[in-house]
């Protein structure tokens, strides 16, 4: 199956639609009155949708096994028609659009199961996805010409001693979205530095601030320090979600110290100085987080 560990939960819902189509009145009268001899027909159809959703990854090998957390079956009778409409919903890192297509499949198979005693022309039709939200669908537009800076704190790669690995992971990351990275920078961890840096950014008017290493509990790791004597609005949210996303990878994420707010129209997210903490930041955050120049501007939630 496909490695969707690296990304987080959203909510999830899909639609999916199947047609039965009768070849007589008197198959649709039966159904509505509740004469087809092998009982209920809508109940009993909608037991089995039911079931064959939460079966899905028992038959269909790439599909991973969710947690299915609503499931909702509509009928709708038009002339000789039957029209199923089914509902998923989940809070998980996958769609639900083959679960929902599923069910709905089996809807109709059981409708055409039941009926065929007393109707010979019972076709099905038209089994399809209507609607899908959640998940890359549903993301919001990445602004366009977003001036962004990678900044580097550390004393050793400053020196020449070692080499930058999680800057570069943040512009690869970055170029993935379609975001160039106008400045890149190496800085030592020292507070002032690090704030002449992020003034002389904000003065030529950079929007997006990413600042890596400097966040954990050495005596040199000031850069928390350097960018919340600077923030005017903090957002304590981001930092909050990239902790917990980490947090439920590798149990040490506590301990960054990470924070993130506006300076001005600028926004400032600091990094663990880490390839494997800039990356879990980066999945965790991008591209949800750019939502916020779009708030900035009045734009609804």
Known sequence: MVDITHKTNTLRIATAQAIVQVSKPETIAAIQNKTVPKGDVFEMAKAAGLL???????????CH???????????RIEE?????????????????????MH????????????????????????????EKKGGKSDRKAIPE???????VCSDSISKGIGEDKSGRKI????????????????????????????KSLCGLSYQLILITGGTG?????????????????????????ARQYGQERIPTSMLSRSVAGLIGETLVLTMPGSTGGVTEYMDALFPHVLHV?????????
């Open 80 to 100: 000789l028609t039957i029209v199923i409409e089914l509902t998923v919903k989940t809070i998980y890192k996958t769609g639900v659009e083959v679960e929902a």
């Open 171 to 198: 512009i690869e990351k970055l170029d993935l979205l379609g975001i160039e990275v106008n400045d890149y920078s190496i800085i030592p961890d020292n507070k002032n530095t690090i704030q002449e840096k992020i």
């Open 145 to 151: 010409n977003l001036k962004t800076a990678v900044i």
């Open 103 to 130: 069910g709905a499949s089996v809807v109709a198979l059981t409708l055409y199961d039941m009926l065929k005693p007393i109707d010979k022309g019972v076709e099905i039709r038209n089994i399809k996805l209507l």
């Open 293 to 301: 120049f779009s708030v900035m501007e009045g734009n609804k939630h």
């Open 217 to 241: 509990l050495s005596p040199r790791d000031v850069t928390p320090e350097a960018v919340s004597e600077l923030i005017e609005r903090e957002i304590p949210g981001i930092a909050e979600t």
């Open 65 to 75: 096994p969710i947690p299915i957390e609503y499931t909702g079956v509509i009928y």
């Open 52 to 62: 064959a959703v939460k079966k899905t990854p028992d038959l269909l090998p790439d």
